[in-house]
């Protein structure tokens, strides 16, 4: 996993463009995880991106590397919304013992799991997407903006065989 970690954050670093753009290009990537939209959330980074004009270099990068959390996210969504809802808090039981048998792969269950789950999950989902995206893009552009402060700048110098650029002859 360091590596794939590594490799990731290199990337997103070696872009050239400007700190707020890449931010928030990790920041809607990230966020596009927390929501439910596993097959169409690589694409839609991309076009939200473009269309935001954010990063969609930052946020395909961020969308595929955190792709083995959204498991977790998912989890934490359905969570956060039962917990806002009051559902298992009432019964005394906690929040993960009412979620559902998540052990089947098919496609089929997976839908008929998200529509059991409804209200929780689509509000757990949509305030852990919006509390992401706000917080990812607030340290990422400052994690940036303090990595081009520190790094040292190229002075300009004209080169003894070039003459100056200026034309001493037009301000006569």
């Known amino acids: 996993m360091p590596g794939y970690w590594r490799s ?45 004009r954010f990063s969609p270099a930052a946020a395909v990068v961020t969308v595929v590397f955190f792709k083995w959390a959204v498991p977790l996210f998912f989890t934490l969504d359905y969570m956060v919304g039962r917990l806002l809802l009051g559902a298992g808090a009432a019964s005394g039981q906690p929040v993960w013992q009412g979620m559902p048998n998540t052990g089947h792969l098919h496609p089929q269950y997976w839908l008929n799991w998200l529509g059991h789950l409804g209200r929780p ?36 110098r004209l080169s003894p065989h070039r003459p100056n650029p200026v034309n001493h002859k037009a301000r006569l």
């Open 121 to 156: 999950f689509i509000l757990g989902a949509v305030l852990n997407a919006s509390l992401v995206f706000i917080l990812s893009y607030a340290l990422t552009y400052r994690f940036l903006k303090c990595r081009q402060r520190s790094k040292p700048r190229k002075k300009l």
């Open 8 to 52: 990731a954050v290199q990337k997103i670093l070696a872009l050239s463009e400007s700190p707020q753009r890449v931010a928030l290009g990790v920041a809607l990537g990230l966020a596009l995880d927390f929501l439910p939209v596993p097959v169409i959330s690589i694409p839609l980074a991309y076009l939200l991106a473009r269309i935001l």
